[in-house]
């Protein structure tokens, strides 16, 4: 009995010491941590192993570009570890103190850092982009089907190449009409350029329009609804914006990531170097719900889900267009 | 503006108002701190131990007080003349764009101390150049000096994103940042010139740049209050009518106050690009032009109290920063009101209290006169 009993005391004090010296951080990036974008997805990943698992972690929102280093200077000196740096600003920072940190783990996302207590974590967004290509190639009436970025960066470019790829897999007569919003970062938050740009793909015939442009695609989903036309969302699942309209999302699980690098801090499994994430591991899928299942039919279900199949066993190789920053294949 | 009241003394005028006000914007927020739960005490004291508590929070107080002392010294040269120039943002992130092209163009081949001068002069251009618009159409064609300096903010934002994404990023690089200059022309960090005299402090952006400013200070005080060039100007900005009257060339003051006024935001780009960022990149200004209004009007419009005002500021930033680390109910937006309250009761309810302490004065002064 009172063996039993010091045996419970020693598991709760070495659980309790446990949760008491893991100490996860997380620095958000300029915008915050309520952006509908990027961070937030972060936040959702991180206050899901909050939730899951009781331990708190430690967060920061910076203000201006110097706070990036100091945040994470400062999560690294108080003991944070692991430290999970958000987007590609913060390359630079990660970099310079996780070599003055050797013994603390750092995460990335969305950027490659080459250092060896550093896990990076990108996303094959080309991977994701194909399939909902091919969706959009199969409920095409018109075999049109448009693509709308949002600034002219490779990144885009790689949603691009992808999306192509998938379109002309699926059909291989089908034609791709694409824009770009614009040349700046304000091409990320510009709802109405994206919908008169969706307006001017519809009048071209275009009946699916896929938007990988930020809050500039609120507006590609509106215009989509008002011509009736179909649209597909990005990112996070956005299905629920438009019901009825919206035959899918391409949605990149940063939430996921970001959940996924503490996980496996805390169970000891960390792993540095970089982590592509792609249809097999879950980084990226397109998106089935409630709010699109209408509009999904039995055939194009299976054809994607064959792909995706196809994609993950190597027997499709979608090109990445970053690989040789161009989109031939 | 520098109206002096016969019936308090000047020394209550510039320094326990200032330090009432201050006092009334920490009650307030230490109530908001206490209502979202937190312990007001234990906030300040958070606060003021993250700005002054180690080197490494001293050092990052002072990198901000730099940033605010050039573009407080730049809204407070053209309040002199009665300008308001609400364009310090626009100036120094343009003076940063300044700095920039000559480092970019000439980091390979000359040496830190020909460089320097290179790129104060480059910061001070540019600023000037950005500057200069908005006075001639205030000068000349009597467009407001406000309106027009807070478009050209926004033109310069527009610009600096264009020319960082078509012209200053590396080919193949998603970020919109041109590349990082050789390490010659990196601004010395303090932490450096430390380490020359022996003496180890930790790391922090404060660079020569803090120097600068104070000997800058000194060459503004000269100016405004020991220069023609200055008188002229305090004439212009005390009656526009009357030195006109007196043969002052009002438009020529307008224009040169001004530019002298962008100048000084410029500079601000040179700690930020050449100290700290040792490249050009995106949004490096970050409100420390709009925050260089907050700081001239506490500090009077003068450099001394500039220079004060620019410490405080960057206790608040520096702290504000340690506090929401601390404590995670305070977030980034509580920070910023708590920086808004103190904006807005030593800006624009800078006189609230002055009427009473006025008649404390009055009240004081007839006591006084009766025990004589």
Not at chain 2, 138 to 162: D, E, K, P, W
Not at chain 2, 224 to 245: L, Q
Request: hydrophobic share 50%; with cysteine; proline share 4%.
């Amino acid at each position: 009995m009172k063996v039993w009993k010091t045996g419970v005391i020693l598991a709760v004090a070495v659980a309790a010491l446990s949760a008491g010296e893991f100490k996860p951080a997380v620095v958000f990036d300029m915008g915050g941590k309520f952006d509908k974008s990027f961070n937030e997805g972060v936040y959702n990943g991180v206050e899901r192993f909050k939730k899951e698992t009781g331990i708190n972690y430690k967060s920061f929102e910076i203000t201006n570009p110097t706070q990036r280093e100091q945040a994470i200077k400062k999560m690294a000196k108080r003991g944070a570890n692991p430290v999970l740096g958000i987007g590609f600003a913060q390359g630079p920072a990660i970099d310079k103190i996780a070599g003055k940190f050797p013994n603390t783990q750092f995460g990335i996302i969305d950027m490659v850092v080459n250092k060896p207590n550093v896990q990076s974590i990108v996303f094959k967004e080309h991977e994701g982009s194909f399939l909902v290509g091919m969706l959009a190639a199969m409920a095409s009436k018109t075999h049109k089907v448009g693509f709308i970025g949002g600034m002219d960066i490779p990144l885009i470019r790689k949603f691009k190449c992808g999306y192509e790829q998938g379109v002309k897999y699926a059909d291989p007569k089908a034609e791709v009409i694409q824009n770009m919003t614009g040349s700046t970062p304000s091409a990320w938050n510009d709802p109405s350029k994206g919908g008169e740009l969706a307006k001017g793909q519809f009048d071209r015939g275009v009946d699916v329009v896929f938007a990988a442009a930020g809050g500039t695609g609120i507006g590609v989903y509106q215009a989509a609804k008002d011509a009736g036309k179909l649209a597909i969302g990005v990112d996070s699942n956005q299905n629920y914006l438009q019901p009825g309209t919206m035959l899918t999302s391409m949605v990149k699980r940063v939430d996921i990531a970001a959940y996924n690098l503490f996980k496996s801090a805390k169970n000891g499994s960390f792993k540095p170097g970089i982590q592509a994430l792609g249809l097999k591991e879950n980084g990226v899928d397109w998106a089935l719900d409630k709010y699109n299942k209408d509009l999904i039919t039995e055939d194009m279900k299976k054809a994607v889900e064959q792909a995706k199949a196809d994609i993950i066993s190597g027997k499709i190789k979608v090109h990445d267009y970053m690989s040789d920053n161009s989109c031939k294949y | 503006m520098s109206k002096t009241s016969s019936t308090i003394p000047k020394w209550a005028d510039v320094l326990l108002i200032p330090i009432i006000n201050l006092f009334m914007a920490l009650a307030v927020s230490a109530m908001i701190i206490y209502l979202v739960g937190e312990n007001p005490i234990e906030a300040l004291k958070l606060m003021i131990e993250g700005a002054f508590g180690s080197s490494e929070g001293v050092g990052y107080t002072l990198y901000y007080a730099t940033n605010f002392i050039f573009t407080g010294l730049a809204v407070a040269m053209a309040f002199h003349a009665m300008l308001f120039n609400i364009g310090g943002e626009g100036q120094a992130y343009i003076g940063g764009l300044g700095v920039a092209v000559i480092l970019l163009a000439l980091d390979q081949y000359l040496p830190f101390w020909i460089l320097l001068p290179l790129a104060l002069i480059g910061a001070m251009l540019f600023g000037a150049a950005w500057a200069a618009v908005p006075a001639y159409l205030q000068a000349y064609r009597g467009s407001h000096i406000v309106i027009t300096t807070i478009m050209f903010n926004f033109i310069a934002a527009n610009l600096m994103v264009y020319l960082l994404v078509n012209v200053f990023i590396l080919p193949g690089s998603m970020t919109p940042e041109s590349r990082v200059f050789e390490e010659i022309a990196w601004m010395p960090s303090i932490q450096s010139i430390f380490a020359t005299l022996g003496i180890e402090i930790s790391d922090s952006p404060l660079n020569l740049s803090f120097i600068i400013a104070l000997i800058v200070s000194l060459i503004v005080w000269i100016y405004i209050w020991h220069t023609r060039w200055g008188y002229e100007m305090r004439s212009v900005g005390f009656s526009e009518k009357a030195a006109t009257y007196a043969g002052i060339n009002t438009k020529r003051v307008i224009m040169i106050t001004m530019l002298i006024s962008g100048a000084l935001a410029g500079l601000a780009g040179v700690n930020e690009i050449m100290g700290v960022q040792h490249k050009l990149m995106l949004d490096f200004v970050a409100g420390y032009g709009f925050t260089g209004i907050a700081v001239a009007l506490m500090g009077r419009n003068h450099p001394v109290g500039i220079i004060m005002a620019s410490i405080l500021f960057g206790a608040l930033f520096q702290g504000g920063a340690e506090l929401s680390f601390d404590m995670p109910t305070i977030s980034k937006e509580m920070v910023f009101v708590i920086q808004g309250l103190i904006i807005l009761f030593s800006g624009a309810l800078a006189y609230m209290s002055r009427p009473w302490v006025e008649k404390i004065f009055i009240i004081f002064s007839k006591n006084t006169k009766k025990g004589a």
